[in-house]
């Protein structure tokens, strides 16, 4: 039985396995970007040379996000650099389990990626940061004290993670 609060190695390896197939020559992807609200409809890459929808990957639901998330993974070129793309992605509110939340970075680490850039809507407790500005987090507090690696040991190399 599958459990969606729980990865397992062998549903890693068939995510890997799938990704590998679908898009040839991502263990040597530059950087991996995952967009998050409001923000999956831009295009990213200049030319895009293979996409599926998000809910095809292995052990992820068939199930739609909150609204703009676009559910998409996109793989292509940025300049000189080839570039794994995530439209979107699912969060722990939406009651799905962990496995959602973390199996589509995991995987693209598993393929071999190792650079990230993540974005989010995220708020701000500082006035001088107006609606749609952007900033750059190097931590994050986090108040709902759930992290998904917990009981992932057998599969990360260091619980404590560098931001």
């Known amino acids: 039985m599958f459990e969606y609060n729980r990865v397992k190695r062998i549903n890693l390896d068939d995510a890997s396995d799938f990704m590998l197939e679908r898009f ?46 676009k559910l998409e993974v996109q793989w292509g070129r940025l300049g000189d650099l080839k570039v794994m793309v995530f439209a979107g992605r699912y969060h722990l509110y939406e009651g799905l389990g962990v496995v959602p939340c973390v199996l589509p970075i995991w995987t693209a680490c598993n393929c071999g990626a190792r650079n990230f850039v993540f974005s989010s809507a995220a708020g ?33 190399q260091s619980p404590f993670i560098d931001m």
């Open 24 to 69: 040839p020559g991502c263990e040597n992807v530059d950087v991996v970007v995952q967009f998050g609200s409001g923000q999956t409809s831009i295009e990213l890459l200049d030319e895009c040379w293979a996409r599926f929808p998000l809910q095809e990957l292995p052990h992820i639901p068939n199930a739609e996000s909150v609204l703009g998330h």
């Open 124 to 156: 701000s407790i500082n006035r001088h940061l107006g609606d749609g500005g952007l900033m750059l987090m190097t931590d994050y507090i986090n108040n709902l004290g759930i992290s998904p690696l917990v009981g992932h040991q057998h599969l990360i």
